[in-house]
């Protein structure tokens, strides 16, 4: 079985599969540590396609192995892969990764960074770490980017996806167990009027 077969499983199983993976992009390779699944329309209240396909996220709709970049909070870019059958939206977001290569180049572009592990640690600066931008949306991954780990990793721990406004408890985020890289756990938490 291709790792695109793999891509093209259901999205929890494809989360999965994308821990461990290399990723290389301007420069720099991360190890992916943490992600979160975002299953298609209608089926999960806290995906970008829960309401259809917009000019926003339509490469969600597939096919597979492309990547979705967003803009949030009118400040961070966060990348996505898009995973599942073409037609059917699913994406897998990046949450976290170790630098493996390019370290300099990371740190130069995240200055605030103290440690090593803070680098990628969460969507925002890992996209920061790359130089990942708008211009990367619609990219195809599995040619020249991404790598898949030589053997399936070991000791993965799930929980609930972090910050979201829909569907809060589904164990749909998934890391590399222990790692120093991954993101704290944050329940969203409505503002109050």
């Keep these: ?87 059917v939206a699913s994406a897998v977001l990046l949450r976290a990764g170790s630098v493996v290569s390019g370290l300099d180049v990371a740190h130069a572009r995240r200055p605030a960074a103290r440690t090593d592990a803070e680098l990628a640690r969460g969507p925002a600066r890992l996209c920061s770490a790359l130089d990942i931008g708008r211009d990367f949306y619609g990219t195809y991954l599995l040619d020249d980017y991404l790598t898949p780990p030589p053997s399936p990793v070991a000791n993965i721990t799930t929980g609930p996806r972090v910050g979201v406004t829909g569907a809060l408890d589904v164990p749909w985020r998934f890391w590399l167990t222990g790692d120093p890289t991954v993101s704290e756990y944050r329940r969203h938490v409505p503002k109050r009027r």
């Design 1 to 87: 079985m291709s790792f695109f077969d793999v891509l093209t499983g259901p999205v929890d199983q494809a989360a999965r599969s994308l821990l461990g993976c290399h990723l290389t992009v301007n420069d720099v390779t991360i190890r992916i540590t943490e992600v979160e699944a975002y299953s298609g329309t209608g089926e999960d209240p806290a995906s970008h396609a829960h309401r259809g396909r917009t000019p926003r996220n339509t490469v969600m709709f597939g096919p597979a192995g492309y990547a979705y970049v967003y803009f949030t909070y009118g400040m961070h870019y966060c990348m996505n892969i898009v995973t599942g059958v073409e037609g």
